[in-house]
C-alpha cells in the first residue's frame, strides 16, 4: 500500500490550491484520512480530517478556507486550499489508516510544498 500526494506548488497570496492523495496497492477500505502540514522551524501540524463517514474538522487556521473531500472509489482524498496566505507555505502530507491484505496500517504520503508569496 503506498499514498502518493501531489498537487503542491507556488501561488501568490488570495490564491488556490487543490492537493490530492491517492491510495494504491490491494486495499479494502479508508478510514480515517488526514493532511498535515509543516512549516520550516515549526512543528507539525494538523490541517483537516476526514472519516469514513464524511465528517470533516479543521484546524482554527484554515476553517472557512480550506476543504477536504474524499473519493472512495478512487481511494483518494483532497484538500482545496483556497485565499491563501504567505503562513500557509509548507509541506503538506497525507496520513490514512488503510485495511488492506496486510491488515490494518498507518499510512503516510510523501510531502508536496506548497509555497504562498506576498
Known amino acids: 500500500v503506498q499514498l502518493q500526494a501531489f498537487g503542491g506548488g507556488l501561488v501568490q497570496a488570495g490564491g488556490s490550491l487543490r492537493l490530492t492523495c491517492a491510495a494504491s496497492?490491494?486495499?479494502?477500505?479508508?478510514?480515517?484520512m488526514r493532511w498535515y502540514r509543516q512549516a520550516p522551524g515549526k512543528q507539525r501540524e494538523l490541517v483537516a480530517t476526514?472519516?469514513?463517514?464524511?465528517?470533516?474538522n479543521y484546524a482554527d487556521s484554515v476553517k472557512g478556507r480550506f476543504a477536504i473531500s474524499r473519493e472512495n472509489a478512487k481511494n483518494t482524498v483532497h484538500l482545496q486550499m483556497n485565499s491563501l496566505r504567505p503562513e500557509d507555505t509548507a509541506v503538506y502530507s497525507c496520513?490514512?489508516?488503510?485495511?488492506?491484505?496486510?491488515?490494518?496500517?498507518?499510512?503516510w504520503g510523501q510531502g508536496t510544498l506548497v509555497t504562498v508569496s506576498s
Open positions: 496520513n490514512a489508516v488503510i485495511i488492506s491484505s496486510r491488515g490494518a496500517g498507518d499510512y
Open positions: 496497492g490491494t486495499i479494502f477500505s479508508i478510514n480515517t
Open positions: 476526514i472519516t469514513g463517514g464524511g465528517s470533516t
